[in-house]
Structures are given as structure tokens and as C-alpha cells.
């Protein structure tokens, strides 16, 4: 049974950050592709930031580059999200996925707001 358990997320003041992890268990984790997308009250899904399989190349959209750093851990089956210079619009709930041809999964989200 495959599980991506999110953690990190809370309330920040503008400015601030905050490092999500996510750990993954029930898959061979150095096969899997890994991206982080958020979600907003009224908004779809956005994809955040992606990780290839050894780490070796990310990808980030406009809205978080060089703001935001996506790693990986392969040997703790973790990915990251360092999120610096957080704004407002960065509130949502957070989520990882994993992704190969054959599998697709995700983890439940934690919430990030940023608010003074």
C-alpha cells in the first residue's frame, strides 16, 4: 500500500519559511518522479515544483522561482519543499505526488497560510 504523508505546513508571517516533507513508503521511491502542487479555496490545482528520479534536475513554476527548492532524499524515500520569501498568495493546501508510467499517487495535503 503506497503512502505520501505530508508535513511542515502552518500559519507564517509574510516573509517567513517553511519546509514541507514528504515521506513516501509502500514504492520504490528512487523510480518515481516527485512534485509538489498546491491548491487554493476556489482555485485548480497548480503545479508547484518537480524533481526527476535521482534529483538531478527540478523544475519550478514562475510563481516560486528562486523562492521556492524542491529536493529529495532517496535514501529516507523524502522530498522537500523549502519555501523562502512566502507571500499571501502562496496559501493553499500543499501536496506531493509521485509519478512513474504506471503510478500515480498522492499524498493529503498540508495546509500552508501566510498571513500577518
Known amino acids: 500500500q503506497v503512502q505520501l504523508v505530508e508535513s511542515g505546513g502552518g500559519l507564517v508571517q509574510p516573509g517567513g519559511s517553511l519546509r514541507l516533507s514528504c515521506a513516501a513508503s509502500?514504492?520504490?521511491?528512487?523510480?518515481?518522479?516527485m512534485r509538489w502542487y498546491r491548491q487554493a479555496p476556489g482555485k485548480e490545482r497548480e503545479l508547484v515544483a518537480t524533481?526527476?528520479?535521482?534529483?538531478?534536475?527540478?523544475n519550478y513554476a514562475d510563481s516560486v522561482k528562486g523562492r521556492f527548492t524542491i529536493s529529495r532524499d532517496n535514501a529516507k524515500n523524502t522530498v522537500y519543499l523549502q519555501m523562502n520569501s512566502l507571500k499571501p498568495e502562496d496559501s493553499a493546501v500543499y501536496y506531493c505526488?509521485?509519478?512513474?508510467?504506471?503510478?500515480?499517487?498522492w499524498g493529503q495535503g498540508t495546509q500552508v497560510t501566510v498571513s500577518s
Open positions: 524533481s526527476t528520479r535521482a534529483g538531478r534536475m527540478t
Open positions: 505526488n509521485a509519478w512513474s508510467g504506471p503510478g500515480n499517487y
Open positions: 509502500g514504492l520504490t521511491f528512487s523510480s518515481y518522479a
